[in-house]
């Protein structure tokens, strides 16, 4: 998104992991991913999209699906009085979320939480690059078995400096067989000379490999906890100033599911840690884990479900491994009637922490409503948009309220994004329906002392939003960036007008006044399934960590099936290969 080390998307933009997301679905997994635009960020997963999932989840995972259709799902969470599948961890509720993830796209200045140590490594971490329908993985390639060698027989021998172009291939390693049955984020890690990757396995055993990068063996450690067929279930990474690794996942309004590391940088000495804090940890959802602004470890989550819960700030103190509140309240309280689906927060070029969110009524995503925004120049004092201190926690009634859309309006959790004009000013990126009953693409800004909402797109076709479980989005977008020369782009996709795209903006009515082309961060062969299942799509995560060679960004690439509302499939497809890849920039 704004991270160093992003890889590109558009022409000379940087690559950020969602989504990403990412943020939550709309029924999507994940959580809402925070997203560093300056120094300090996210580094756990994200957000409900977060992390994101371009295409598939966008709720905590960023996945990039590029078979057929985009993987854009953002669970629009079930109802937590449905029967939970008999699967380990089975969810209870269907989150609209975006697997992001977080807040981790594919695409230029994406809610991707990729960038130094400080920004998001979960869930959000993956990115999703769908395709689209016009994309050339609409085209897969299938063979009777995956691929065992690199597509350009690089193998894991690094090229030289000279020999490298962006977007080729330096890298080539295989992790491991993977679950395929449906899309989850995972994590990739890299911190100085160590490499950590965070994946379910075959089994659907939530398990790290590591390895030093003058290595091309990977050592595995397997956790005690076991994917069911949700979705949310994204994995969030990161390691504290001390160098020890934090691992959160696989939850879904279920109890904190959280280990810890007794040595640094090694992860065979994880250990289950039942609590942090002791209070609100029975039903936890979109794990996320930020460097604040004064280098705090800062840890987010859900405390409740979909439809009634509460987001939950704490803080870590690295010399005595404990936890506790960062503020002694929920940053956000539904009140037991609704909750707050945010995205971020997200460090912006002005040096405020920047948070974007809608209420939602019930487990339907149809129930979302009420675009609002807040800020922070520490995590712990928030105001409104204009200056205004807000009351924490924040209710509905004393939210800055964006854009009043009501339920059944058109928007979605998990799809709401900052971004940031030339003159560093926030621009709150979603969809509606327009007056016509269409969903248009909107973006909002302070002017003159309040909310100015303006539309950008001009599309005439609409995607009625509704349902439980994970849902496949059928529109993305990023938030708003400076893109070369100065002029502002957004990034966005469209299952019904040629998938990934994004528009130039006038800078004055962010009104869009050209479409700009897609490029991609890595060979376009890479979007071509292997897998020889019907349906399989490829998943990306990029690194929320960063190596001692800048010419290098590393990214995850695995198939699954898409989402199915976090039902179990009676036909699972074969594991799949977990190969890590670095490419030059």
């Known amino acids: 998104m704004w991270l160093p080390r992003r890889l590109l998307i558009l022409s000379l933009a940087s690559f950020v992991g969602m989504l990403a997301a990412a943020g939550c679905q709309s029924g999507s997994s994940g959580s809402p991913a925070p997203v560093r635009a300056g120094s300090g960020g996210a580094i756990g997963a994200n957000p409900d999209a977060g992390a994101r999932d371009v295409g598939t989840a966008v709720d905590g995972t960023g996945e990039i699906d590029t078979a057929g259709k985009p993987d854009l799902s953002l669970s629009a969470d079930a109802d937590p009085r449905d029967e939970a599948s008999a699967d380990a961890n089975p969810s209870v509720e269907g989150d609209a979320n975006v697997d992001a993830n977080t807040d981790v796209s594919p695409y230029a200045n994406a809610d991707v939480r990729a960038g130094g140590p400080d920004t998001a490594v979960g869930s959000d971490t993956a990115a999703d690059l769908s395709g689209g329908p016009d994309a050339p993985a609409d085209t897969p390639v299938r063979t009777d078995t995956p691929s065992s060698g690199p597509p350009d027989g690089a193998g894991d021998a690094p090229l030289s400096a000279d020999a490298r172009a962006p977007g080729s291939i330096v890298t080539t390693l295989d992790v491991d067989t993977v679950w395929s049955g449906h899309p989850v984020g995972f994590a990739l890690l890299t911190r100085g000379n160590q490499q950590f990757v965070a994946y379910y396995d075959a089994q659907r055993a939530m398990t790290i490999a590591q390895r030093t990068l003058d290595s091309s063996t990977w050592t595995f ?17 990161a390691i504290d100033s001390a160098g020890f690794i934090h691992i959160a996942g696989n939850m879904h309004a279920v109890p904190l599911v959280y280990f810890r590391s007794t040595k640094p940088l090694d992860v065979s000495t994880l250990q289950p840690i039942n609590a942090m804090v002791g209070a609100n ?11 604040g602004p004064g280098g705090e470890f800062v840890f987010a989550y859900r405390d409740g479900v979909s439809g009634n819960g509460n987001y939950v700030f704490n803080v870590y103190d ?46 339907d995503a149809s129930s979302n409503h009420d675009l609002s925004y807040a800020k922070s120049r520490d995590l712990v004092n928030w105001q409104t948009g204009t200056g205004k201190a807000l009351t924490l926690p924040i209710t509905l009634g004393t939210s800055d309220i964006v854009d009043p859309v009501p339920q059944n309006g058109g928007i979605i959790n998990n799809n709401t994004k900052v971004g940031f ?23 909002a800004r302070v002017e003159g002392g309040r909310w100015v909402t303006h539309k950008t797109s001009n599309w005439t076709t609409r995607w009625t939003i509704g349902g439980g479980g994970t849902l496949i989005f059928q529109i993305q977008l990023d938030g708003v960036r400076v893109g070369p020369g100065g002029a502002l782009t957004q990034v966005w996709y469209h299952a019904q007008n040629g998938g990934w795209s994004a528009f130039q903006l006038d800078e004055t009515t962010l ?11 890595y060979p376009a062969a890479l979007e071509r399934v292997e897998s020889a299942a019907a349906g399989m799509g490829v998943k990306w995560a990029s690194d929320s960590g960063a190596g001692p060679d800048p010419s290098i960004t590393y990214m995850l690439r695995w198939e699954t099936l898409p989402e199915n509302q976090d039902q ?3 036909i699972i497809p074969a594991a799949t290969r977990l190969r890590l890849y670095g490419f030059g920039q």
Request: proline share 11%.
């Open 318 to 363: 690295v010399p005595t491994k404990t936890w506790r509140r960062l503020i002694n309240t929920p940053l956000t309280d539904g009140e037991g009637l609704r909750n707050a689906y945010p995205v971020g927060p997200t460090l912006g070029p002005d040096g405020w922490w920047h948070l974007v969110y809608v209420w939602r009524e019930t487990p």
């Open 221 to 237: 450690t397997r956790l005690a906890s076991t994917l069911g067929w949700d979705s949310h279930n994204s994995i969030a990474m």
């Open 511 to 521: 009104a869009s006044v050209a479409i700009l082309g897609r490029t991609l961060p």
């Open 421 to 443: 004009d030339s003159q560093n000013r926030p621009v709150v990126g979603y969809h509606k329906y327009d007056p016509a009953g269409n969903t248009q693409l909107y973006n």
């Open 281 to 291: 940890e029975t039903s936890c959802t979109y794990p996320q884990f930020i460097n």
């Open 568 to 570: 179990p499939r009676p």
